[in-house]
């Protein structure tokens, strides 16, 4: 009997960043590789997750990798990095989107998905900054609910609760889980997997195995890596977000905020109806 065969997609998140072990990370999804069965040596687990993919890459490049590997599980969390550039567009998130899940859930894959909190808040930009970003990842949060139900995938809401505002579980970067962030995410995956039968192997310990970074090594990293990300960031989107937020104001300064909530919603209900309904194979006749 082969192995239960697990498969991740996605971006920095899935990848593992916050979550140091030895030369490199390892991250909610590998942590939850370990209890989808009663041995960890049943389970062939393999990561394609990139720091800074977006959902174009998760199509081009992930999603080819992952079928030839004729996952059994896939994971595929991807989202907020189409959020922070200047291209971002509801309309081609959601058909990128599609297409992953089609390809994997048409081979069989169980699918993990899961809706995210926006970058502004956790970065705790200005209003008028924060809230165009919010406004794109309720919209990315949108599309993943709807085909996650369409592609009955495995669903986890972890744009909301109490880990979001827990310090303890978030790194230096306030952008990525720490290692008690990501045993969450894994813990709470793995929850719903075992009601769902998929998992039949113990539950990740909650707790770190390893100590919190100190005060002073996660300065040194805001200081190297984290200042590359986010000038990395900051040239792609900065410009557009500053006309964003200049567009907030005059919109808030006229009592009319709320057209940009239904302009957005309006958005996300075009991007969906533009898809095909997904195939279904037809019963067998006895």
């Known amino acids: 009997m082969r192995p239960l065969r697990f498969v991740a997609l996605g971006d920095s998140l899935t990848e593992g960043v916050g979550d140091p072990t030895g030369d490199g990370w390892r991250g909610w999804a590998a942590l939850l ?19 800074g993919a977006q959902t174009g890459d998760v199509l081009e490049r992930q999603t080819p ?13 991807v989202g907020v990095n189409d959020t922070l550039r200047r291209t971002f567009d509801i309309h081609a998130v ?18 993990l998905t899961a809706c995210l909190p926006d970058p502004g808040a956790m970065l705790g930009l200005p209003g008028a900054l924060a809230r165009p970003l919010a406004r794109r990842q309720r919209a990315v949060n949108a599309v993943v609910h709807a085909l996650s139900e369409r592609y009955e995938a495995v669903h986890l809401h972890a744009d909301a609760g109490q ?16 290692e008690r962030g990501h ?44 200042t590359g990300w986010v000038a990395r960031r900051c040239t792609d989107l900065l410009p557009q977000l500053l006309t964003l937020a200049a567009d907030e104001l005059r ?20 991007a969906l109806a533009a898809l095909s309904a997904p195939e279904r194979p037809e019963p067998e006749v006895a």
């Open 33 to 51: 590789a370990g209890g989808l069965a009663e041995q960890p040596t049943a389970v062939e687990f393999t990561n394609l997750a990139a720091s």
């Open 65 to 77: 990798a992952g079928l030839e590997l004729r996952p059994d599980v896939v994971s595929v969390v």
């Open 94 to 111: 959601a058909a990128r989107l599609d297409r992953v899940y089609a390809a994997f859930t048409g081979r069989g894959a169980v699918l």
């Open 163 to 178: 880990w979001l505002t827990d310090r303890a579980m978030w790194s230096a970067d306030r952008l990525h889980p720490g």
């Open 183 to 226: 045993r969450q995410l894994a813990v709470r995956f793995h929850a719903l997997l075992a009601e769902t039968g998929v998992a039949s192997g113990p539950a990740p310990s909650p707790e770190p195995e390893f100590p919190a970074p100190t005060r002073s090594a996660s300065l040194w990293w805001l200081a190297t890596a984290g």
């Open 251 to 270: 919109h808030h300064a006229r009592g009319t905020s709320a057209r940009l909530d239904l302009r957005s919603s309006a958005s996300v209900s075009a």
